[in-house]
T-cell receptor
Framework: SQQGEEDPQALSIQEGENATMNCSYKTSINNLQWYRQNSGRGLVHLILIRSNEREKHSGRLRVTLDTSKKSSSLLITASRAADTASYFCATEANTGTASKLTFGTGTRLQVTL | NAGVMQNPRHLVRRRGQEARLRCSPMKGHSHVYWYRQLPEEGLKFMVYLQKENIIDESGMPKERFSAEFPKEGPSILRIQQVVRGDSAAYFC???????????FGPGTRLTVL
């Protein structure tokens, strides 16, 4: 498996339900970032969590990070149809020099009315 | 405060032609990153630049691809003698400093005929 692999690959829920997406990675990281991408569009930055943080909130988003398990989760509460998109986690490795992000293949979230 | 700007948004080239993609980072950002996204896949890092310097080009093919970020003007990703396999969405991101949020532009969708 590759760095920054999301699970599940696709998720379909009804409006009002919560959506949970998971991300696993392999190497030591400096931070982990979650992005949203609507079909055929650019990426929207959602949240950044640093390696020394365990949980972070932003509106209806809650991100957790477990560095011992090399995993993160993104929870979207009270989902809306507008949340339909692909969600990517991206890790920034703790290499000391490089600042590149390594993306997973994404979770495609479908929120139906 | 305008976000990251990329142009053109869509670019069509015939095999063998040159493609030139431009990226203007957010105001105050001196770190620029280029990523490539193939259909139904996550983004893959190509190159990381600071003003006038290439910091990390480990994800960029050795031949036909080059990138620059001059003292004045936008960052340029140049692809010479394009082939069909170069068809993809190319995204630029910028950050204020290393190890911080990277904000993405809308992307340039390159189609090689």
């Amino acid at each position: 498996s590759q760095q920054g692999e999301e699970d599940p690959q696709a998720l379909s829920i009804q409006e009002g339900e919560n959506a949970t997406m998971n991300c696993s990675y392999k190497t030591s990281i400096n931070n982990l970032q979650w992005y949203r991408q609507n079909s055929g569009r650019g990426l929207v930055h959602l949240i950044l969590i640093r390696s020394n943080e365990r949980e972070k909130h932003s509106g209806r988003l809650r991100v957790t990070l477990d560095t011992s398990k090399k995993s993160s989760s993104l929870l979207i509460t009270a989902s809306r149809a507008a949340d339909t998109a692909s969600y990517f986690c991206a890790t920034e490795a703790n290499t000391g020099t490089a600042s590149k992000l390594t993306f997973g293949t994404g979770t495609r979230l479908q929120v139906t009315l | 405060n305008a976000g990251v700007m990329q142009n053109p948004r869509h670019l069509v080239r015939r095999r063998g032609q040159e493609a030139r993609l431009r990226c203007s980072p957010m105001k105050g950002h001196s770190h620029v990153y280029w990523y490539r996204q193939l259909p139904e896949e996550g983004l893959k890092f190509m190159v990381y630049l600071q003003k006038e310097n290439i910091i990390d080009e480990s994800g960029m093919p050795k031949e036909r691809f080059s990138a620059e970020f001059p003292k004045e003007g936008p960052s340029i990703l140049r692809i010479q003698q394009v082939v069909r396999g170069d068809s993809a969405a190319y995204f630029c991101a910028s950050s204020r400093t290393a190890y911080n949020e990277q904000f993405f532009g809308p992307g340039t969708r390159l189609t090689v005929l």
